[in-house]
């Protein structure tokens, strides 16, 4: 009976100190030193059977650590569990919309912020500002500059932000996409002409100077041989290879500068819409 | 949890410890059994994460002793012998107690020669069987048997990463063929000359742009990638070297020594 009563005590006093890992105090101690996979760990293994208020605030810092983790999906899904009656309610709901931009499943991002119902300033700004970025990357250009109007002028930190994206909608604006077929023309006629004209300076002078040496190698070859002499083949193969491989590139490279440059816009309306989140709640 | 070789559950259970510790000399502890626990899970970066902010005051300590020592191997494993080195060296420099000194040797002696220090790799192996209690017979044996192994004719044959890219450099593959790597040396030399030999025929025969550019323009590229790859095989030579050395010497610690 003695063993039995003191193998009992020893359970419940290991069942009390596992519990009591799950403390926010010390969840909170991991997330600042940022040992995120730990957090997950304990949440995962100690989050049974816990009070809903409790519950609210482990899913948060799950989701918090899944986000620092750039596990987001994870982390939407943690953040969206996040009950009403908690305090980090607004934070998770606007930071699960922010991995939803992210993840770019903006109608499911519009849906999240859209939901939040919220009346009051500063946080009715913060939603307008976060939906216009939305657009933004959707490429509702019109739509906008009038949820950019709705934000509050007044609120200093989404003044700053507010100026980013609205210069960002004027560049857009005045933004002039490269021609492919100018640029392959271009390379068609002095080759690396096109390459130059799309951005790519370093390239296009070196495939002049490539196709210009095949070209004088097999001029050379023809002048001495023949046409029909298969050095002349060989260094004329070379040649038409890097000519029209010139031409070919010459195009791909405009669409790949149009894409970096949609990439780099892409990316400045992510940290746009990410500095307020910050400034906002922590 | 440590002993049921649950490391990582373990370190949770330690950041716990240290979370709720009420003074230093706990806090220490602690990081020192949590930094156990990242070795053993072989993430060295974040053992010496832990082990580093540790400051003791007195070189007495017994937990200084252990978060050196520790701090020492885990440099070691993770590719960073010359600070392992210095961090013994701190010690042996802070701790008077030469007989604490022992327990160093080993890593002191692999890091030693992995950095191809063989004079004070010899000393140190010297000492290290001193500070055994080797009969007299066996001590002579024994030191008899590191004077053969650190003799000139019997230390491995570092290659010279600059004396291999100078080798490639005059003669086209011969850098690799130095390197050890013969067949790769013979491959690159005939490449090498098979380019400039038809560089030199195009223009005996009156092709001299076909001549310059395509013999030359390509055995430029050949030519400068073969130094490069001459010092890459070196390195690498090196490196296999001195892991078969150091084995030896691991398995001689363990079975002489350690026993």
């Known amino acids: ?282 | 949890m440590y002993a049921s070789g649950k490391y990582f559950e373990a370190s949770i259970e330690y950041e716990w410890m240290i979370f709720k510790a009420e003074n230093q000399a706990d806090l220490y502890y602690y990081k020192y059994r949590k930094a156990l626990c990242y070795k053993q899970l072989r993430d060295f970066g974040r053992a010496l994460d832990e082990l580093q902010p540790m400051y003791f005051a007195s070189a007495n300590d017994s937990l200084f002793q252990r978060v050196c020592y520790e701090q020492s191997q885990c440099f070691y494993l993770n590719g960073e012998p010359s600070k392992a080195l210095w961090k013994i060296d701190e010690y042996f420099h802070r701790s008077a107690d030469s007989i604490t000194h022992k327990v160093f040797m080993p890593v002191r002696l692999l890091c030693l020669n992995e950095t191809f220090q063989w004079e004070e790799a010899k000393k140190c192996f010297r000492r290290f069987v001193q500070m055994q209690s080797f009969s007299t017979e066996k001590e002579a044996e024994m030191q008899l048997m590191v004077d053969n192994l650190y003799e000139k004719r019997n230390l491995p044959h570092i290659r010279s990463i600059k004396k291999a890219e100078n080798w490639s450099r005059f003669i086209p593959g011969s850098g690799q063929i130095y390197a050890g790597k013969a067949g790769e040396g013979i491959v690159n030399f005939l490449l090498n000359s098979s380019i400039l030999a038809f560089s030199a025929q195009q223009a005996f025969n009156g092709f001299y742009i076909t001549g310059y550019l395509a013999g030359l323009g390509f055995f430029n590229k050949t030519y400068q990638g073969g130094i490069k790859r001459a010092g890459i095989l070196a390195s690498q030579k090196n490196k296999e070297i001195i892991v078969n050395f150091n084995s030896g010497i691991n398995a001689m610690i363990r079975s002489d020594f350690l026993n």
């Not at chain 1, 709901?93 to 931009?101: D, K, L, S, T, V």
């Not at chain 1, 023309?185 to 002049?208: F, H």
Request: glycine letters at 8%.
């Open chain 1, 1 to 282: 009976m003695r063993y039995i009563c003191l193998l009992f005590l020893l359970l419940m006093a290991r069942m009390g100190f596992a519990q009591s890992k799950s403390e926010l105090p010390f969840i909170e101690h991991l997330i600042n030193k940022g040992y995120y996979g730990e957090v997950i760990h304990l949440i995962d293994k100690d989050s049974l059977n816990q009070e809903q208020g409790l519950r609210d605030s482990l899913n948060y810092f799950k989701g918090w650590a899944h986000y620092s983790l750039k596990n987001l999906e994870q982390s939407s899904t943690s953040f969206l569990k996040v009950g009403k009656g908690s305090p980090f309610y607004l934070k998770s709901r606007f930071f699960a919309g922010y991995n939803q931009i992210f993840l770019e499943n903006y109608t499911e991002a519009a849906r999240i912020i859209s939901q939040l119902d919220i009346q009051d300033e500063p946080n009715l700004s913060l939603a307008n500002f976060e939906l216009s970025g939305i657009n933004m990357l959707q490429g509702n250009w019109p739509k906008v500059k009038e949820q950019l109007a709705a934000v509050n002028p007044n609120i200093a930190t989404l003044h700053q932000q507010v100026a980013a994206l609205s210069q960002i909608c004027r560049e857009q604006e005045t933004h002039r996409s490269k021609s492919p077929l100018l640029a392959g023309l271009m390379s068609g006629i002095i080759p690396g002409s096109g390459k130059i004209y799309a951005g790519k300076t370093g390239e296009g002078i070196a495939s002049m100077i490539a196709t210009t040496g095949f070209g004088l190698m097999a001029w050379e070859n023809h002048r001495k041989l023949g046409i029909k002499n298969l050095k002349t083949v060989f260094f004329g193969g070379l040649f038409a290879a890097s000519y029209f491989s010139g031409i070919y590139g010459s195009v791909i490279s405009v669409r790949i500068i149009e894409n970096e440059y949609k990439d780099v816009k892409h990316n400045q309306i992510l940290f746009q819409l990410h500095i307020p989140l910050r400034n906002f709640f922590e």
